[in-house]
């Protein structure tokens, strides 16, 4: 093994921070990326570890459909009410994967996420037509395995979708005049909220992903949640319009 920083968020905002950084791994049971990291298969600078995200847990019934978080253990999925009335074999199949300690160990959403040929899970979500929910959208299970060991998984799926809502914030106070320049916010951002500063802050991110993207995602988004606070702000859709950035707005305004 060698040296990683370990950390245990206990909330997905802060697990996408933490995330942010791209030499970091998320991990859920550890059963298959402990092993990675001992052959060197896998060289992390930081191991976030997912556990403790209670958001990301449970079986629920939403009218005909199981809804299995990502964090939950075969075990529970083995034992499940819920999931033995509604599709039995799914519970079959969780008791049987590996031994007692991978059943109490491993998650449903590190073997779907990692997709492994020989794993179980995979052919069950395929087999059901489940449906693979992220922070960011809803993907078929036949769009999400692309092959073996691979994902339609984005690594920054989580990732935008939290950070979006902080570029739009940002863009209001411009608007209203509480801030005056984009690095002003950049410079709160990263002193006093934990924004990871080799990002340069939420204004300087955004410019990275171009304001027209920003635009569409925050559309996307709004239309995928339902939520109205996710619609670009003026100030982005004029700037977006322009072809336009916050560091151009922020020089002008020197
Ligand atoms: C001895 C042994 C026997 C096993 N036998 C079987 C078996 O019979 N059948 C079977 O199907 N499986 C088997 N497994 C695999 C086991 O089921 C684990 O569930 C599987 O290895 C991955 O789950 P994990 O939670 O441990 O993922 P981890 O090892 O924590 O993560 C695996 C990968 O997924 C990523 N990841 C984890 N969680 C998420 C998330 N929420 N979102 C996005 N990415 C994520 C990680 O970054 C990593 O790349 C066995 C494992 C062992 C060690």
């Given at each position: 093994?060698?040296?990683?920083?370990?950390?245990?968020?206990?909330?997905?905002?802060?697990?996408?921070?933490?995330?942010?950084?791209?030499?970091?791994?998320?991990?859920?049971?550890?059963?298959?990326?402990?092993?990675?990291?001992?052959?060197?298969?896998?060289?992390p600078?930081?191991?976030?570890?997912?556990s403790?995200?209670?958001?990301?847990?449970?079986?629920?019934r939403e009218?005909?459909?199981?809804?299995?978080?990502?964090?939950t253990?075969?075990?529970?999925?083995?034992?499940?009410?819920?999931v033995?009335?509604?599709?039995?074999a799914?519970?079959?199949?969780a008791?049987?994967?590996?031994?007692?300690q991978?059943?109490?160990r491993?998650?449903?959403?590190?073997s779907?996420?990692?997709?492994?040929?020989?794993?179980?899970?995979?052919a069950?979500v395929?087999?059901?037509?489940?449906?693979?929910?992220?922070n960011?959208?809803?993907?078929?299970?036949?769009d999400?395995?692309?092959?073996m060991f691979?994902?339609?998984?984005?690594a920054?799926?989580?990732?935008?979708?939290?950070?979006?809502?902080?570029?739009?914030?940002g863009?209001?106070?411009?608007?209203?005049?509480?801030?005056?320049?984009?690095?002003d916010i950049?410079?709160?951002?990263?002193?006093?909220?934990?924004?990871?500063?080799?990002?340069?802050?939420?204004?300087?991110?955004?410019?990275?992903?171009g304001?027209?993207?920003v635009?569409d995602?925050?559309?996307?988004?709004?239309?995928?949640?339902?939520?109205?606070n996710l619609?670009?702000?003026?100030?982005?859709e004029?700037?977006?319009?322009?072809?336009?950035?916050f560091?151009?707005m922020?020089?002008?305004?020197?």
């Amino acid at each position: 093994m060698y040296d990683f920083a370990y950390h245990k968020p206990t909330s997905l905002a802060d697990a996408v921070k933490l995330l942010a950084d791209p030499d970091a791994k998320a991990v859920s049971g550890g059963h298959t990326l402990i092993p990675a990291l001992k052959h060197r298969l896998n060289k992390p600078t930081a191991l976030v570890d997912l556990s403790g995200i209670a958001e990301m847990k449970g079986i629920r019934r939403e009218g005909n459909a199981i809804i299995i978080g990502a964090l939950t253990r075969h075990v529970e999925v083995a034992n499940s009410a819920e999931v033995k009335a509604a599709i039995p074999a799914l519970a079959y199949l969780a008791s049987h994967i590996g031994d007692v300690q991978v059943r109490n160990r491993g998650t449903i959403g590190g073997s779907v996420s990692n997709n492994d040929p020989a794993a179980d899970y995979p052919a069950a979500v395929l087999g059901l037509g489940a449906t693979i929910h992220t922070n960011k959208r809803k993907i078929a299970a036949d769009d999400f395995f692309q092959g073996m060991f691979t994902t339609a998984l984005e690594a920054d799926e989580i990732l935008e979708r939290l950070l979006l809502p902080m570029v739009n914030e940002g863009a209001r106070i411009l608007e209203e005049g509480i801030a005056s320049r984009p690095i002003d916010i950049d410079v709160i951002f990263t002193n006093g909220f934990g924004w990871p500063a080799w990002r340069g802050g939420p204004m300087f991110w955004a410019d990275t992903l171009g304001l027209k993207a920003v635009r569409d995602k925050l559309n996307k988004y709004a239309e995928a949640t339902g939520d109205k606070n996710l619609r670009p702000t003026a100030l982005i859709e004029k700037l977006a319009d322009e072809g336009g950035s916050f560091a151009a707005m922020g020089k002008s305004k020197v």
